[in-house]
């Protein structure tokens, strides 16, 4: 009889602990659908959420051009690393892609190939491919291409090409990157970066 009612204590305490990461998780996105609501409220936007506790997602218009905003997220060691994706329908006149080296050798997907290496003013490592493009090494030598990535502290990768651009960063603070001031001032370096390209 000890042992049934040490069990039902465990499983009690079990079912509380998941009742409570459920609510720390749905607080967060709950803040984060916060962030995109005044992000709704200065640009032409909507906010969807899916469930409870689901992450909440932003499709909308920037500066004439479709802009979706949403979330995936991973555990590395004892931390969860939240990734912002931000989708922008600007074409570029040539297909090229910007990775933090870092986060590139994480990804395993095997040995860099056709790349330029730049160094930021921080120090940060990019990895700009393909570098056999003609175009591709001349956004390398360009200065407003590099002040882009000089800013860049967070970044996972830029792609680009004629579908638009996917642009990645990574936070542990995803309350605070999702901020509309944030938003806002990372969606006009897409734009700039549309000029520059």
């Avoid at 995936?72 to 931390?79: H, L, P, Q």
């Avoid at 922008?88 to 994480?106: D, M, R």
């Avoid at 830029?158 to 509309?180: D, N, S």
Wanted: no cysteine.
């Amino acid at each position: 009889m000890q042992i049934v009612f040490y069990f039902f204590i465990f499983l009690l305490v079990l079912i509380g602990l998941w009742f409570f990461m459920v609510w720390i998780r749905k607080t967060m996105w709950d803040a984060v659908h916060r962030n995109l609501l005044d992000l709704e409220d200065q640009i032409d936007g909507r906010v969807q959420r899916k469930g409870f506790a689901g992450r909440p997602f932003f499709h909308g218009h920037f500066k004439g051009s479709e802009v979706t905003i949403n979330f995936s997220s991973e555990k590395k060691g004892d931390k969860r690393h939240t990734y912002v994706d931000i989708s922008y329908s600007v074409s570029s006149k040539f297909a090229f892609s910007v990775s933090e080296k870092g986060w590139l050798l994480a990804q395993q997907a095997g040995p860099l190939e056709d790349f330029l290496e730049l160094e930021t003013d921080s120090g940060q490592k990019m990895i700009l491919r393909p570098a056999s493009s003609k175009e591709v090494k001349a956004l390398s030598i360009n200065k407003e291409f590099l002040k882009i990535l000089d800013a860049q502290v967070d970044m996972a990768y830029i792609f680009g090409g004629q579908r638009g651009m996917l642009y990645e960063y990574i936070t542990e603070e995803v309350i605070k990157a999702t901020e509309p001031e944030q938003l806002l001032t990372r969606l006009t370096m897409l734009e700039h970066l549309k000029e520059v390209l």
